[in-house]
C-alpha cells in the first residue's frame, strides 16, 4: 500500500469519526458508543470500507446502528468532500469491526485458566 493511500485512510478515519460523534443528530446513532476502527479506500478513490466498533452487548443495535450509518452515507460524503481533497468522495460501505469483542472474549479465556504468573515463569525456565 502507497504511503498516498495510507494517508488517505488515516484522513477518512479521522473525519468520519469526527462526523459521527460530532455532527450526525440521530439520537440512535449517538446512544451508543461507536469508533471508526478502520478504512480502506480503493485505488481509485471510488469506494471505502469503513470498519466500526460499537460498545454495545446488543447484536440486534449494533445492527440497527450499521444501517442507520448506511443511510447517512449521503450526508457524510457531502461532509467529506468539504473536509478531504480526494479526486472523487468514495462510497462508503459500513461493517461491523468485531475485533474488540474477539480479544475481549480471548482475554477472559486466558484470565479463566487461572496461571499465576508465577507458575507461567516457573514454567518457561523449565523448558530452558
Do not use: Q, W
Amino acid at each position: 500500500m502507497s504511503n498516498r493511500m495510507m494517508r488517505a485512510d488515516a484522513e477518512m478515519v479521522r473525519v468520519l469519526s469526527d462526523i459521527i460523534s460530532n455532527k450526525l443528530r440521530d439520537p440512535r446513532i449517538n446512544s451508543e458508543i461507536i469508533t471508526v476502527t478502520k478504512a480502506k479506500t480503493s485505488s481509485d478513490f471510488r469506494h471505502c470500507k469503513v470498519s466500526v466498533s460499537i460498545l454495545s452487548n446488543d447484536i440486534n443495535k449494533k445492527k440497527e446502528i450499521i444501517k442507520l450509518l448506511k443511510k447517512s452515507s449521503g450526508y457524510m460524503k457531502r461532509e467529506l468532500a468539504d473536509s478531504l481533497d480526494l479526486p472523487y468522495i468514495p462510497e462508503l460501505v459500513f461493517e461491523l469491526d468485531e475485533n474488540l469483542e474477539y480479544s475481549e472474549k480471548i482475554n477472559e479465556i486466558l484470565d479463566s485458566l487461572n496461571i499465576s504468573k508465577e507458575e507461567n515463569l516457573e514454567t518457561d525456565n523449565k523448558e530452558d
